[in-house]
């Protein structure tokens, strides 16, 4: 068998492969949009879409509920839904949700004590990291430069001149 004949085996495998997960992905997409729920009004369907929105996917940290693909996601968005068809309000499901998960669930907590380092963490580092960029940097600027001895010096002429290409030697 002639390498090219190898070489093309595996390149039709793989765009099959290729093929197979896309088809697979796009499945997977497909089972977890929110065509799946119907809603009692439109003001309810609005209710549903802001609060998954504003509700983080635990999974995926950085991706609301809304356009989470997670399993999790997909449960807590039923969840979600499950509490709007038994009539509660917004306030009743995000303290249900705060209550079960953490403030972590929501994009935007609250400011107080326990969310404190969420808020304020970040800048924290920040300030601290800066205060050791300076310290540093003075540290440096105060040490004086090491001076070279007349055999250091030599050393060094002989390697620049080495280092000039020929045309340019004086």
């Given at each position: 068998?002639?390498?090219?004949?190898?070489?093309?085996?595996?390149?039709?495998?793989?765009?099959?492969?290729?093929?197979?997960?896309?088809?697979?992905?796009?499945?997977?997409?497909?089972?977890?949009?929110?065509?799946?729920?119907?809603?009692?009004?439109?003001?309810?369907?609005?209710?549903?879409?802001?609060?998954?929105?504003?509700?983080?996917?635990?999974?995926?940290?950085?991706?609301?509920?809304?356009?989470?693909?997670?399993?999790?996601?997909?449960?807590?968005?039923?969840?979600?839904?499950?509490?709007?068809?038994?009539?509660?309000?917004?306030?009743?499901?995000?303290?249900?949700?705060?209550?079960?998960?953490?403030?972590?669930?929501?994009?935007?907590?609250?400011?107080?004590?326990?969310?404190?380092l969420l808020w304020f963490g970040p800048f924290v580092l920040i300030g601290v990291g800066g205060w050791l960029l300076l310290r540093a940097l003075k540290a440096?600027?105060?040490?004086?430069?090491?001076?070279?001895?007349?055999?250091?010096?030599?050393?060094?002429h002989q390697l620049l001149a080495a280092a000039e290409p020929p045309d340019q030697a004086k």
């Open positions: 068998m002639s390498s090219n004949h190898l070489i093309g085996n595996a390149l039709r495998s793989a765009a099959r492969a290729a093929v197979l997960a896309s088809a697979l992905v796009c499945a997977g997409a497909a089972a977890y949009t929110l065509q799946e729920f119907t809603f009692d009004s439109p003001a309810q369907e609005r209710t549903f879409r802001d609060l998954t929105s504003k509700l983080r996917c635990l999974v995926c940290q950085n991706e609301s509920l809304a356009g989470s693909q997670a399993d999790l996601a997909q449960d807590l968005r039923k969840e979600v839904y499950g509490m709007l068809k038994e009539g509660k309000d917004q306030d009743e499901i995000i303290s249900f949700l705060v209550d079960r998960y953490g403030d972590f669930v929501l994009y935007q907590p609250q400011i107080k004590p326990s969310t404190y440096k600027k105060g040490e004086p430069e090491p001076e070279t001895n007349a055999a250091e010096s030599a050393r060094l």
